[in-house]
């Protein structure tokens, strides 16, 4: 499926929202009869159109950084004829392209062969109200293939109208009013009329607009022209264009302080938190700090300190979204700020202690006698927690407290290799103590507070997924950074296979996926629709943000996937889409988030923020903010937040377990129903109907079990061995007990030294309401089986209990068993 998009979306990179097109004007009702006017440069029906050939440049790599199947498409305007945003594409109306991309000189070539009678929706844009007048009209647009097959339709619908690269020019500051461009007309027969001008209201497809006749057969509408001009030739030529708004705005060439200037206008106007309290910087003692700096930069040609000044710009925000690159001065300066360490790392517990998580083997720390544990409790002289509030790491900027606190303790252990710290610490069950530490040539305690620590950052695949020993399916998504159509394919069949293979329960890993464009894949999880947020941008024509569009949502798939659990496990590397992605699946019904720590909360759109600098600097700010009904951010500083918060205490995060994968296991596991009162139990069919079940292969309780038993497990007396059986809804199962001896005499007299007694939620079921079966089994024993068939179980935790007692010795012609007792629990928790 393929569906047209503008880039309107949220990461921590450029990304695109694949939902065309923004919010129109409604045509007001025709009062006046329009205005027909000539159209001198209207050509004969000669060199009708065939097919449209065209191309186009980028400066944005958004198209190809998520798409690898790229094609054109003659695409139906109807929905900005009538201004309706939602109003969905039609599968008939598609005709597709093929599309020739050169990544490397970001430049793509097409043809599109045009069909003799197309379908797309007639429209009476001459306003003349008569049944059945009218033309179609298109455009061209880039159309990728997002998920399924190459058209738009089904899970992959497209809405509106296409305003990125697209044969139409759009005002992003006007409900992407089309302003400029070509369009493809296709007219039935002579008698229909075509606006030649947007008339005195600047908009097309209104009631002011000048008319003329359009020929019959395909015509090309060049809107830029007074009059609009009309062509016919064989195989005309269609640029697509690339919003401005949208490309990268490159200062590049300019000087040091130039760029900067250049730059500080474009961010103090369009930053998307502008007027947010604790989010926009002081603008003008930002500029009067930063600029000298600058200027001496270039001055001295000294581009490190010319990056340093740009960073200190950036590490003035209170939002993830702001970034510099600096290439390798970047990664010079760095490196030499984190080479040293002192040998151990800490974390800030729950309860407020400052502890020590890590040492370096024969470090200074562990030479000094320091231990795993240790409570920190001054650094330099200074209250430990004072000592950590103090530091500016780089990584810098942050969107809340708590993420900028957590790196704040990472990098107050980093110096220069060689620089002295006294320590005051108290080991576990010690007494305090203080110590002079030098820094060493050592990384190695660095890495081990880092929010990645022992994750692979390098996967094969985006979406990688298993399942767990314990029967749960565990499906990480690594990025939303990459090939769309891939993520969505493997996310879908992570989910067919679970559903295919039963699981318990299913576990979707977001803690490590950085962003990239968000994809609504809780829509494969719920029928219901989840309303999300609303972009603003800064007007230039009013001076303020202003929304664009309407408000986001995430609408249900086709295809629908159910689960009786389901776990989202997020984390604070989880960035920008990735914000999005887990809000999305936190509103399916039923989902359990667990963490230690909620996502990045780092939200809004960077697309249009995009900035190259001199010295081969690039700056990224985000202009889109999303806003909730009330007018407070969606996700942005708040993110998604645990319901099941993982400890932070020194087990955890001393731990060489994935501990919140446990907890969330752990969850899944826990079944729905348990400590639920059944409102009755289940009804027990009689001997013939349980006879009737057996035979149509009803399944036993042991069957249905998570738990699976050996034979030498189930020779152990004394012993209660526990079943769990999870239903989603009522399912008839059959109860069981039996026992096999060598041959008839040895069966009897063994069941003449045993009892068995059965109870079903607290109450005695008679042996005779089971099913009394005598069998021989394959290796030839005699053997007997108690069954009862139940069915019609109500939702909560039921319990079947099945106790043996052994009142003497005995053996089965195998086994020896001395007197005691086996108990066995059936915990059948059904879904209420």
């Known amino acids: 499926m393929s569906r047209s998009f503008k880039p309107i979306s949220l990461l921590a990179v450029a990304v695109l929202s694949l939902a065309a097109c923004q919010l129109g004007t409604l045509i007001p009702t025709a009062t006046t009869e329009p205005q027909a006017t000539t159209n001198p ?123 990125y690269l697209a044969s139409v020019k759009t005002d992003t500051e006007n409900n992407e009013e089309v302003i400029g461009g070509k369009l493809v007309v296709w007219a039935p027969d002579d008698k229909q009329s075509f606006p030649t001008g947007f008339g005195d209201d600047g908009k097309l497809f209104t009631v002011d607009d000048p008319v003329a006749p359009i020929q019959a057969g395909y015509s090309i509408v060049e809107l830029d022209q007074k009059p609009f001009t009309f062509t016919k030739e064989a195989e005309p030529n269609l640029t697509l264009y690339e919003p401005q708004d949208v490309a990268i705005k490159d200062y590049s060439n300019l000087s040091y302080t130039e760029a900067f200037d250049k730059m500080v206008e474009f961010v103090r106007t369009n930053y998307a938190f502008n007027g947010i309290q604790g989010k926009q910087p002081n603008w003008d003692a930002l500029y009067n700090e930063i600029k000298p700096r600058v200027q001496q930069a270039e001055q001295t040609s000294d581009a490190s300190a010319y990056y340093l000044a740009l960073r200190d710009f950036t590490w003035a925000f209170k939002d ?20 040293g360490g002192y040998g151990f790392a800490i974390r800030e517990l729950d309860d407020g202690r400052v502890v020590v998580v890590f040492l370096t083997e024969g470090g200074p720390p562990a030479q000094a006698g320091m231990q795993i544990g240790a409570e920190v409790t001054q650094f330099n002289g200074k209250p430990i927690k004072d000592a950590i509030a103090e530091v500016k790491p780089w990584a810098l900027p942050a969107s809340t407290d708590w993420a900028i606190r957590y790196q704040q303790a990472r990098y107050l252990l980093r110096a220069v290799p060689g620089t002295e710290a006294t320590v005051a610490f108290t080991n576990p ?145 989880c960035y920008s889409a990735c914000d999005e992605e887990s809000y999305g699946f936190s509103q399916v019904p039923g989902m359990i988030v667990v963490g230690m720590y909620p996502t990045a909360s780092t939200f809004a759109e960077v697309a249009r923020g995009q900035i190259m600098l001199p010295e081969g600097f690039s700056l990224q700010i985000p202009t889109g903010r999303s ?41 899944v596991l826990q079944p729905l129903g348990a400590g639920i009162t059944p409102s009755a139990s289940p009804k027990m069919m009689t001997p013939d109907e349980t006879q ?141």
């Open 41 to 163: 440069l209207a050509l004969p029906a000669a060199n009708e159109p065939y097919q449209i050939v065209g191309s186009f440049d980028y400066s944005n790599s958004i198209v190809t950084d998520y798409y690898v199947e790229h094609a054109v498409a003659l695409v139906d305007m109807y929905g900005f004829v009538t201004r309706d945003l939602e109003w969905e594409i039609p599968l008939s109306s598609q005709t597709l392209g093929f599309l020739a991309m050169d990544k490397e000189n970001q430049h793509g070539e097409y043809t599109l062969q045009l069909p003799a009678k197309p379908t797309g929706t007639i429209a009476d844009v001459a306003q003349d109200g008569k049944t059945g007048s009218g033309v179609q009209v298109f455009a061209v647009a880039y159309w990728p293939n997002l998920t399924g097959g190459p058209y738009s339709e089904g899970d992959d619908p497209s809405h509106g109208w296409p305003s």
């Open 320 to 339: 993830g979204h702001v970034g510099l690159s600096g290439g390798d001065i970047q990664d010079q300066l760095f490196s030499a700020d984190i080479a």
């Open 429 to 573: 069950g010690g007494t305090s103590q203080t110590v002079t530490l030098t820094s060493i040539a050592e990384l190695d305690s660095f890495r081990r507070t880092s929010v990645y620590y022992g994750v692979d950052t390098n996967p094969m695949l985006p979406v990688e997924f298993k399942i767990l020993d314990s029967g749960v399916g565990y499906l990480l998504i690594n990025s939303n950074y990459d090939d769309l159509n891939l993520i969505i394919r493997l996310f879908q069949r992570a989910l067919e296979t679970y559903q295919a293979n039963e699981v318990l329960g299913i576990i979707i890993d977001l803690r490590y996926n950085s962003g990239g464009a968000p994809l609504g894949l809780a829509g494969f999880l719920t029928d219901q629709e989840i309303p999300m947020g609303q972009m603003e941008y800064y007007s230039e024509k009013t001076g303020k943000f202003e929304p664009e569009g309407v408000r986001d949502k995430i609408l249900p798939n086709v295809e629908q996937y159910s689960f009786d659990k389901m776990v989202l496990l997020v984390g604070p590397a």
């Open 627 to 667: 806003t909730l009904p009330d007018g407070s951010l969606f996700l942005e500083g708040s993110g998604v937040q645990p319901t099941v918060k993982v400890p932070i205490t020194l087990e955890n995060v001393t731990s060489t377990e994935d501990v919140v994968l446990q907890f969330g296991e752990r969850a």
């Open 692 to 832: 009737s079940a057996v035979q149509s292969s009803t399944k036993l309780l042991d069957e249905k079990a998570r738990e699976q038993y050996s034979a030498e497990d189930l020779l152990k007396m004394d012993t209660t061995f526990p079943y769990t059986i999870t239903l989603s809804k009522s399912t008839p199962l059959i109860w069981a007990w039996g026992w096999c001896a060598k041959d008839q005499a040895t069966l009897d007299d063994n069941l003449g030294k045993m009892k068995a007694t059965f109870e079903l939620n607290g109450q005695d079921i008679g042996m005779d309401n089971f099913l009394k079966l005598d069998y021989d089994s394959s290796d030839g024993q005699k053997c007997r089986a108690y069954l009862l068939g139940m069915t019609d179980w109500q939702g909560g935790e039921n319990h079947a209990v099945t106790t043996v007692t052994i009142t003497a010795a005995l053996n089965d012609g195998k086994y020896d068993f001395l007197p005691g007792y086996q108990i066995f629990d059936y915990a059948v928790y059904v879904k209420p």
